[in-house]
């Protein structure tokens, strides 16, 4: 079977996107598939995760302008639907795909449209429910209130839909440490900060220096940063001044440091699914617009605690809701337990299936 995938990782897109779909490359190359990719040179492309995983890559040319423009998805493509489609058909070079996936808010049906003709099938990657889809499957592996329900209208009859986090596209380290670890007891000893592969606005930043009050001297603190984080010198400069943390740098994967930790400080996005998986009890933080929502709704099954959006959170707001929660074990224990019931770790595996199925 052969599959291409189009997705782009930038400064203003994020890592998560493409982070993903390499980890269901990776599944679907276990089980004997070939896969290609197709991404935009933006700053802050990541196409070296890809290359240094063995996988083939068609370039397309970096944008004119790199400008930021904030939740203006169309304008996250760099380039028009049109100029984009014809450039993806280009790097088909003549090949039929039996799979074409899409992972990008900026494209949706007037993209796909022009691509069907020449491929099997198309999969689309979304969250957003926002917009027209022209595919034969579609995912979205968030939970929310209206479920399959948000796609009525905007995918065509006869559209596959893998919706919800047991489809969560984790990678297998997850599932592995997820049956070796012992329950949780509530007790926190060690915390980890993750606010994803860029944090412009440095959130970080302020999760250092709120655990750096005396009350949290005891703990130990894992603080990771991302592949395109640009604080990296400000965060090492943080580390230094405080005893019982550690920084560490962009990794293939989060689930040994997930597991040792005992709470959690980060985004939502991508990350959410693997904290859930190992049952990480975590107050989380958005980032962008389109976290708000599936955020909510996790706050509400109690799963995460949603302390609200990055705007809104100051040190002091940021330090109160930790104090909060070390006192509260049951608390703890009990998002820990959720957690792991939403997400199992077989995401990636489900999903993989669906299109070997589905060829």
């Known amino acids: 079977m052969k599959l291409v995938i189009r997705v782009d990782a930038s400064e203003q897109i994020g890592t998560g996107h493409l982070v993903r779909c390499l980890t269901l490359a990776e599944e679907l190359r276990r089980q004997g598939a070939e896969v290609q990719f197709i991404c935009r040179e933006h700053p802050g492309h990541l196409i070296h995760l890809l290359t240094g995983a063995a996988f083939p890559v068609t370039i397309l040319p970096a944008p004119e ?23 993806t ?11 074409l996936i899409v992972d990008h808010y900026g494209l949706d049906r007037t993209w796909e449209q022009q691509l069907r003709p ?5 999969f689309a990657m979304d969250d957003l429910a926002n917009r027209p889809h022209e595919c034969d499957g579609l995912l979205d592996q968030n939970e929310s209130p209206g479920g399959e329900a948000r796609y009525g209208g905007l995918v065509p009859v006869g559209c596959r ?11 297998p380290e997850y599932a592995t440490y997820r049956q070796l670890q012992p329950p949780r007891t509530g007790e926190v000893r060690r915390v980890l900060v993750f606010f994803g592969g860029t944090d412009s606005q440095n959130m970080t930043g302020k999760a250092i220096v709120a655990l750096s009050s005396p009350e949290f001297e005891a703990l130990t603190v894992d603080v990771v940063v991302g592949a395109t984080n640009p ?4 965060l090492e400069q943080q580390v230094a001044g405080r005893s019982r943390m550690v920084l560490h740098y ?9 597991a040792q930790a005992d709470l959690g400080l980060g985004a939502g996005g991508t990350t959410t699914w693997e904290r859930c998986c190992l049952g990480l009890p975590t107050l989380v933080i958005t980032v962008a ?3 708000v929502s599936a955020c909510q709704e996790l ?3 109690g799963v995460i605690v949603y302390t609200g959006a990055m705007q809104s959170i100051d040190v002091a707001k940021l330090h109160c809701a930790i104090a909060q929660l070390l006192n509260n074990k049951e608390k703890l224990v009990a998002i820990a337990k959720r957690g792991q019931i939403l997400v199992d770790g077989l995401g990636t595996k489900r999903v993989s299936s669906f299109l070997f199925e589905n060829n």
């Open 299 to 301: 706050e509400r099954l």
């Open 231 to 234: 604080h990296r010198a400000e």
């Open 161 to 171: 839909l893998l919706v919800g986090a047991r489809y969560a596209l984790l990678r």
């Open 65 to 87: 302008s790199a400008g930021n423009s904030g939740e203006d998805y169309a304008a996250w493509l760099g380039v028009s639907q049109n100029t984009d489609a014809a450039q």
């Open 118 to 122: 020449h491929v099997a099938r198309l």
């Open 250 to 258: 962009h990794r293939s994967h989060l689930a040994d440091l997930m």
């Open 289 to 291: 617009k389109n976290q």
């Open 89 to 99: 058909f280009q790097a088909l070079a003549g090949q039929r795909p039996d799979w």
